[in-house]
């Protein structure tokens, strides 16, 4: 599914990220652990194109990421990032949006139930979105990651603002979706003490499970 070969990047002189190889396969559940700042987050941004490796390549369903493949690759992911901008406008406004994009036609559109799921109030819908708490945005972010319907989910510190029993929910909805990727940036134990998971070390370049 997705195949880091090689990778070195570095920002401003700097090494971030120095001769790492990583494959992700098909359907699998992978947490990418290591400390804050050691450039966990850039990895998620090459399949994406947002960045690209000073050497090495990036492979996506076999198909090098570049230039002229990186828009369809990226209409094949949802990512969630820590830190979450929904942009203007209430939430309901936000939710027909995504709902007419062209690319989601095929896509149905469950966002009440899934905010109910989340524990979020239906009233939030005539909330502007700059009203929201960090916790309601990071919950808001999800519910439209799912929406878009896509096959594969990058979780950056996702659960970082929730409480533990919405941790819980955030993780076992995802890490119950047996037809989807997951790839999930985080060092919170809801993640990686769960058995579905396995878990790379991004320092250490190695699988610890």
Known sequence: M??????????????????????????????????SGSGKSSLLSLPLGFVRPDRGQVFFDGIPVNEKTVWDIRKKIACI??????????????????????????????????????HLDIDLLQNSLKELSGGERQRMAIVIAILLNRDVFFLDEVTASLDKHLKNKVA??????????????????????????????????????
């Open 81 to 118: 990032d820590q830190d979450v901008s929904l942009g203007d406008g209430t939430v309901q406004e936000l939710l027909d949006f995504v709902s007419d994009l062209k690319a989601n036609t095929h896509s149905v559109f469950n966002a009440k139930n899934l905010m109910e799921f989340f």
């Open 2 to 35: 997705i195949s880091f070969e090689n990778i070195h990047l570095s920002f401003d002189g700097k090494n971030v990220i120095q001769n790492l190889s990583l494959k992700i396969n098909n359907g699998e559940k992978v947490v990418i652990s290591g400390k």
């Open 172 to 209: 076992d909805y995802f890490l119950s979706k047996e037809d989807c990727t997951c790839v999930i940036v985080s060092h919170d134990p809801v993640w990686l003490d769960n058995s579905v998971v396995r878990v790379f070390d991004f320092e250490e370049k190695k699988w610890k499970h």
